[in-house]
């Protein structure tokens, strides 16, 4: 089933191209059912790329979804248009008063910033706030993942001595766990950050559970108790070329930056990239809208739950 999206959103002719099925408004509100609602705080300088990453493995879902994009009114967007922002973006004030089936909050370049000194930190805990009891189930990515679990458990992320960048293996610590249905044993997934945060904390913390890690990447995969929040350090919405434009970018500006582990093929960045995460990102966004956004969501959505109180230990 298709993700519903503006009849002039970019992403949809890209993602048309590529044969994913999304479904313009005024063909939408034919069908007879009710989308689920999703929204994201896209904190991306790059929007309209991540835009088109994360539909893509939204439209490969069976369940059919309203999209909505949101940017922070604290910060103004240097690397999107204004007119694009403007068309397709609205801000929080605008839905505070709304409820969602699901929330994505995306990373953002900011890691090595203390997420007291980042400009629009004070907006997104507002966010983050709101959503515990305006969204059934969010799902943070990368940076958003380190800001949700520092929020909302108290878990600190750390500086790394190098780069975590390019294609880690993981392995499935928690086999019951709905997000991980389907997963094999070891799957790969792309990173691309300075910072990470420690499995000792993620295991302190009162109300986390740790689902996925790598020997070398450390923490990848971790939900609350309740499973109303999910936390994903790696980037799995990342497409083939986006490490190789990363690292390109930093070799022109003159970085110290190693090439991507098991990225480029016998690691010769002259070497067309190997893709070996994309059936892993589907079934990552497939399970969470299906098992944790779908299957447990109210019809209506004014009847979200509260969150969970702690679990006393």
């Not at 067309?272 to 969470?288: D, E, I, Q």
């Amino acid at each position: 089933m298709p993700v519903k999206i503006p009849r002039d959103l970019p992403a949809r002719a890209t993602l048309n191209a590529e044969n994913v099925f999304v479904m313009p408004e005024d063909r939408a509100v034919h069908q007879d059912i009710r989308p689920l609602r999703i929204a994201m705080v896209n904190l991306m300088p790059t929007k309209v790329d991540t835009e088109t990453q994360v539909l893509r493995l939204l439209g490969n879902s069976p369940l059919q979804v309203e999209f909505t994009l949101v940017r922070m009114r604290s910060r103004e967007a240097t690397h999107t248009p204004g007119e694009h922002l403007a068309a397709f973006y609205t801000t929080f004030d605008q839905v505070r008063d709304d409820k969602y089936d699901g929330l994505i909050i995306t990373g953002a370049p900011v890691e090595l910033m203390a997420f007291e000194d980042v400009d629009y930190w004070d907006e997104l805990v507002q966010i983050m706030e709101w959503s515990r009891e305006h969204v059934f189930s969010t799902l943070h990515t990368c940076w958003g993942a380190q800001a949700g679990l520092y929020h909302h458990f108290g878990v600190p992320k750390f500086e790394l001595p190098e780069k975590m960048f390019g294609v880690f293996e993981h392995r499935v610590l928690q086999r019951h766990a709905h997000i991980v249905r389907g997963f094999d044993e070891v799957f790969p997934a792309p990173h691309s950050r300075h910072t990470g945060v420690a499995r000792e904390a993620i295991l302190a913390a009162d109300g986390l559970e740790l689902i996925a890690e790598s020997d070398r990447a450390g923490v990848y995969l971790a939900t609350s108790r309740d499973q109303r929040q999910l936390f994903v350090t790696g980037h799995p919405e990342y497409e083939r070329r986006t490490l190789a434009a990363e690292y390109e970018r930093d070799v022109a500006r003159g970085l110290d930056i190693a090439v991507p582990v098991n990225y480029y093929p016998g690691d010769d960045p002259t070497q067309k990239p190997l893709v070996t995460w994309r059936s892993h990102a589907f079934l990552l966004y497939s399970n969470w809208l299906n098992y944790y956004v779908y299957q447990r969501t109210p019809y209506d959505l004014s009847a979200i739950p509260a969150p969970a109180a702690p679990v006393e230990e």
